[in-house]
């Protein structure tokens, strides 16, 4: 079957500038992440989705990130006012509901490649 | 929060040698540690994953062991391929939490 999609594959923005960064999970995981991935370093925890509300936000860096489930399906991560710093891989993962207090099984998207001019 | 620490950050082999990766946690109350291995320009991927009732756990050549007293737990690879170069992370999870905390990686280089 489908595995998880990511788009775009690369962005290119300017600073300052508003993106939004689309997944589409595996079909009936109810679990979604968002993770961010820098040079060298294992991915950063930003979102989690369990349906469609955000079970925990705690690793979204700031008020310019957001990301939005609205039919428990598809996701979007969205950045305000970019900044070079926030230039990285984002990586999508999803999983069917975790069980005895532990996370599903995860799988990875490609990731979405975001650079910041 | 969990702090996971992963060792060593390169690792180079010869094929056909084993290698093993460490990593320690912090919070005693994680009960989930799985391990992705990552190829250049890819996705990560599961390799293999252990829950904290058991102590080893092992998939063909691969294999990963819990020590929950000292808190750590390794990835042992046998008989390395150079297929097996990649970039490998581990990662635990508190129980409850549902989030894993991903060590910062080890690159594996398998010469041939």
């Known amino acids: 079957g489908a595995g998880v999609s990511q788009t775009p594959s690369n962005k290119v923005t300017e600073k300052g500038k508003y993106v939004e960064l689309r997944c589409d999970p595996i079909s009936g995981h109810t679990a979604l992440y968002w993770y961010r991935q820098s040079l060298g370093q294992g991915p950063e925890f930003l979102i989690y989705?369990?349906?469609?509300?955000?079970?925990?936000d705690s690793g979204l860096p700031n008020d310019r990130f957001f990301a939005v489930r609205p039919e428990g399906s598809v996701s979007t991560l969205k950045i305000q006012r970019t900044e070079r710093g926030d230039s990285a891989v984002y990586l999508c993962?999803?999983?069917?509901?975790?069980?005895?207090?532990?996370?599903?099984?995860?799988?990875f998207g490609p990731g979405t490649r975001l650079t910041v001019l | 929060g969990e702090n996971v620490e992963q060792h060593p950050s390169t690792l180079s082999v010869q094929e056909g040698d084993s290698a093993v990766i460490k990593c320690t946690y912090s919070?005693?109350?994680?009960?989930?540690f799985p391990w992705y291995k990552q190829e250049l320009g890819k996705r990560p991927q599961l390799i293999i994953d252990?829950?904290?009732?058991?102590g080893e756990k092992k998939d063909q050549r691969i294999a990963v062991t819990l020590n929950k007293t000292a808190k750590h737990f390794s990835l042992h690879i046998t008989e390395t391929q150079p297929e097996d170069s990649a970039v490998y992370f581990c990662?635990?999870?508190?129980?409850?939490?549902?989030?894993?905390?991903f060590g910062r990686g080890t690159s594996l280089i398998v010469h041939p």
């Open positions: 989705f369990q349906g469609t509300g955000a079970a925990d």
């Open positions: 919070d005693s109350a994680s009960n989930y």
């Open positions: 990662a635990a999870s508190i129980r409850g939490s549902y989030i894993p905390t």
């Open positions: 252990i829950r904290s009732n058991v």
């Open positions: 993962a999803s999983s069917f509901a975790g069980t005895s207090g532990s996370p599903g099984t995860q799988y």
